[in-house]
């Protein structure tokens, strides 16, 4: 930095700066050189570096902005997973991004195990069968047998998120940049407190999305189920149509808890083919299918029904809800060189279950080596940070940031009322995230936010 030497003539730092701005320049014309057109999923032509990585390395897609006159810093985005890469994730640009980009460049971080020949991706099945999401030892066999294949090609211990951001950190240098924005969700948000706290003088503005802070753990600490239901509960009890079909919601579920505490064997159908086949659930199978209704608030307004449904023994609509939840691509075993490497090792062994114990067993299965704990270290500076929360979110709650909101000294935190996993979306908060960026003074409250979907109530009950 500039400010960390001392020269002794007013013409040596003039020198210098000439210099240093000439090599920047030359960084940008000589990456700009580098990179071609390509066409990402759904058409959309951006620009790709003109050679694909080599070995285990992290990649990128560009789009610069649309106006001559633009941001000091780009925009890199940061998608979730961890597993998932920024190329898909945002693809197609969702409306607050495509009007970010007229004055951002925009990099699309695809972190190592999700791009090139590394891609840490298990084996999909053309055709999924019940046993294969309903049966948790099946599930679990399978995610061992992929650690081993992928085990076999690379050394899953170096997929970690500081390799990945030493990647991005070189690819910021080739570019040319001094510093770089952040918009981040899920396991994106440690991506980009991580590169503040290891590169604070390269860092310009944050915005973070589902808020993952380094004081929490994945797969111990992002799992929020039942506070999330008893909210739903209240409000479903507290709608007339909603609490006369329904009844008590949490009542129904406190019943599965009972029902299912064993496995018990059962005849379902399978969502597709309609074909009757036994299979054996218990509650811990039931709690994965539910917290994947939870992320989405579209999702969220099906509970009190499939739970309703369950608790009287027909659970053929929670079941084909696990078929018909879409996320984006993801990179399985990404996902597991991420958490048994920085979470697993960490785990505090007073909370455990069985849920967190079959992790773990999943984590031994593969020699991974623990990364430093200074990854859970607290990341403060004065970077200007806006976090943005859903109230109802299942697996990144408000709650865990409170030591996060105090460390970032410049940090303002927005709870959006009876939302999940994703706030983007939303009008007023896309408003609020172009305002932050822009520089913009913003004042909005985002009261049309505030409103729930209404509950689904089947036909026979209204």
């Known amino acids: 930095m500039l400010g960390c030497l001392t020269l002794p003539f007013i013409q040596g730092l003039a020198l210098l700066a000439s210099i240093l701005l000439g090599t920047m320049l030359h960084a940008k014309e000589s990456a700009k050189d580098k990179r071609k057109p390509c066409q990402v999923k759904d058409g959309t032509w951006l620009e790709c570096p003109e050679s694909s990585p080599s070995g285990i390395a992290s990649d990128y897609v560009f789009r610069p902005a649309d106006k001559a006159k633009k941001s000091k810093s780009p925009l890199v985005l940061l998608a979730g997973g961890p597993g998932q890469s920024a190329s ?90 001094e510093k770089l924005s952040f918009y981040g969700v899920s396991y994106g948000t440690r991506l980009a407190l991580r590169y503040a706290a290891l590169y604070p003088d390269r860092t310009d503005k944050m915005v973070l999305e589902g808020v993952l802070p380094p004081n929490a753990f994945i797969g111990q600490d992002t799992y929020a189920l039942q506070p999330v239901l008893k909210r739903l509960s209240t409000r479903c009890s507290q709608t007339v149509t909603c609490a006369k079909a329904y009844g008590d919601v949490y009542e129904s579920y406190q019943k599965l808890r009972s029902d299912f505490a064993k496995p018990r064997t059962l005849e379902a159908n399978h969502p597709r083919t309609g074909k009757k086949t036994a299979i054996a659930l218990d509650i811990n199978m039931i709690d994965g299918m539910l917290l994947q209704l939870l992320y989405t608030e579209f999702d969220q307004t099906l509970i009190p029904a499939i739970l309703h449904q369950a608790a009287g023994g027909n659970l053929n609509p929670l079941i084909a809800s696990s078929f018909s939840a879409v996320r984006s691509p993801f990179y399985e075993g990404l996902y597991f060189a991420i958490a048994c490497t920085e979470d697993a090792p960490f785990f505090d062994s007073t909370k455990l279950d069985a849920r967190t114990e079959e992790f773990l067993d999943i984590c031994l299965s593969y020699p991974f080596k623990p990364s430093s704990a200074k990854i859970h270290d607290p990341v403060r500076g004065p970077w200007p940070t806006l976090l943005l929360s859903g109230e109802l979110d299942p697996v990144t709650p408000p709650e865990l940031i409170k030591s996060l909101k105090a460390d970032l000294t410049n940090a303002k935190h927005f709870v959006i009322p009876n939302k999940g996993h994703n706030v983007f979306y939303l009008r007023c908060v896309g408003s609020q995230i172009k305002d932050f960026f822009l520089d913009k003074k913003s004042d909005r409250k985002c009261e049309d936010q505030k409103q729930p979907l209404p509950f689904y109530i089947e036909e026979t009950k209204r």
Do not use: H, W
């Not at 460049?105 to 298990?122: A, E, H, V, Y």
């Open 88 to 177: 898909e994730g945002f693809i197609p640009l969702p409306p607050m991004i495509q009007d970010l980009s007229r004055e951002y460049d925009l990099i699309f971080f695809n972190p190592r195990g999700t791009t090139g020949k590394s891609k840490l991706k298990c084996p999909t099945p053309e055709t999924i069968d019940l046993k294969q999401i309903t049966d948790r030892t099946y599930m679990a066999d399978e995610a061992k047998s992929c650690l081993k294949s992928l085990g076999s090609r690379f050394d899953l211990s170096d997929f970690g998120t500081d390799a990945s951001l030493a990647d991005l950190d070189k690819i910021r240098e080739d570019l040319g940049y």
